[in-house]
């Protein structure tokens, strides 16, 4: 069974960095890519970044290029968000899922496509 969790959320001011979680099991690592999605209230869900190690396969969303970094630990357990210089722009529900991969296919977390397993997110808020 696929289980994602995340954590590491909370209040920060801006300017400042977090660094979100996502403890993965019931996959194989390698055959997955593993997203990271953004909700604020009022707001459509906005696919942030993906990582797929293997196809060595990145994407990040045009509002945090530069300023976010998606990472995966030596086990290929854990998936991290590094957020920095955050924004007010930055609060919302963070969520990972994930999708198997057949080639890559990050640039589909723009849409959210096939990303067919869910964390229950973690809510970060930036304070102007």
């Known amino acids: 069974e696929v289980q994602l969790v995340e954590s590491g959320g909370g209040l920060v001011q801006a300017g400042e960095s977090l660094r979100l979680s996502c403890a993965a099991s019931?996959?194989?690592?390698?055959?997955?890519?593993i997203g990271w999605f953004r909700q604020a209230p009022g707001k459509a869900r906005e696919g942030v970044s993906c990582?797929?190690?293997?196809?060595?396969?990145?994407y990040y969303a045009d509002s945090v290029k530069g300023r976010f970094t998606s990472s995966s630990d030596n086990d290929k357990t854990t998936v991290y968000l590094q957020m920095n210089s955050m924004t007010a722009e930055d609060t919302a529900v963070y969520s990972c899922?994930?999708?198997?991969?057949?080639?890559?296919?990050?640039?589909?977390?723009?849409?959210?496509?096939?990303?067919?397993?869910w964390g229950r997110g973690t809510q970060v808020t930036v304070s102007s």
């Open positions: 990582i797929s190690t293997k196809y060595g396969d990145t």
């Open positions: 899922a994930v999708r198997p991969v057949f080639g890559p296919v990050c640039h589909l977390v723009a849409t959210g496509s096939g990303f067919d397993y």
């Open positions: 019931g996959f194989n690592f390698d055959d997955y890519a």
